[in-house]
């Protein structure tokens, strides 16, 4: 019996140690991924693009708290370890209503402003690689979250999606208007994205996530 706990424990610090792994390579591309974005929006005029850079800045400070999150490991009473996991999940929850809340702001201002940004190969490229990333560290994040019962980790890897679905709409936007000029479809997906933002965060404010 001694044996199988050990071995339990080594499991466990195992994935706790694999998510963050995870975390971390989601803090450091993001913090890339937030650079590139925000220098490509600014030679564009690309409000999408200074978006989508502010938004990855959100996904780092999110994935920080992970990191602090997991890093507690196993080594907590059941007690204090939920209590942990409660904080956690409250702030991502909020990070939800922070993209949520700036991403329709931007929306309806790229629409009333209504002046289309310039040109952008770079921003395309970055879309696409982050719509290539992002589906797979989130799902990454959602079987270790399931193994060791976090749910903060499950809402982080829930925003990581949504992280995708903002790569959709801005090449989406960046695309429509570097192909055919028609620069409104970039507001008009974020709109979408608002939604699925806003009930995320209520779901895992109120600790629905599962």
């Known amino acids: 019996m001694p044996d199988e706990?050990?071995?339990?424990s080594q499991t466990s610090d195992q994935l706790y140690k694999k998510g963050l792994r995870l975390e971390y390579f989601t803090v450091g591309y993001n913090i890339l991924e937030a650079a590139a974005a925000l220098l490509l929006g600014g030679i564009a005029s690309s409000i999408a693009?200074?978006?989508?850079?502010?938004?990855?800045?959100?996904e780092s400070l999110s994935g920080g708290v992970l990191i602090w999150r997991l890093?507690?490991?196993?080594?907590?009473?059941?007690?204090?370890?939920?209590?942990?996991?409660?904080r956690a999940q409250k702030f991502v929850s909020v990070t939800f209503?922070?993209?949520?809340t700036y991403v329709f702001v931007q929306?309806?201002?790229?629409?009333?402003?209504?002046?289309?940004?310039?040109e952008s190969p770079g921003g395309i490229i970055l879309a696409m690689l982050s719509l290539l990333i992002m589906p797979i560290l989130a799902k990454a994040k959602i079987k270790v979250g399931k193994q060791i019962n976090s749910r903060a980790l499950i809402a982080d890897a829930k925003e990581t999606f949504a992280c995708a679905f903002l790569s959709v709409a801005l090449l989406l936007g960046l695309a429509a208007n570097y192909f055919w000029g028609f620069w409104q479809a970039d507001p008009l997906a974020g709109f979408v994205i608002v939604y699925y933002?806003?009930?995320?965060?209520?779901?895992?404010?109120?600790g629905e996530c599962e």
């Open 97 to 100: 209503f922070i993209l949520g």
């Open 5 to 8: 706990n050990i071995g339990i």
């Open 107 to 118: 929306s309806v201002l790229t629409l009333v402003q209504n002046e289309p940004p310039k």
């Open 197 to 206: 933002l806003l009930k995320e965060g209520k779901e895992n404010w109120e």
């Open 49 to 58: 693009l200074v978006g989508f850079g502010l938004d990855s800045i959100v």
């Open 71 to 86: 890093t507690k490991g196993t080594t907590l009473e059941k007690e204090e370890e939920e209590k942990i996991e409660r």
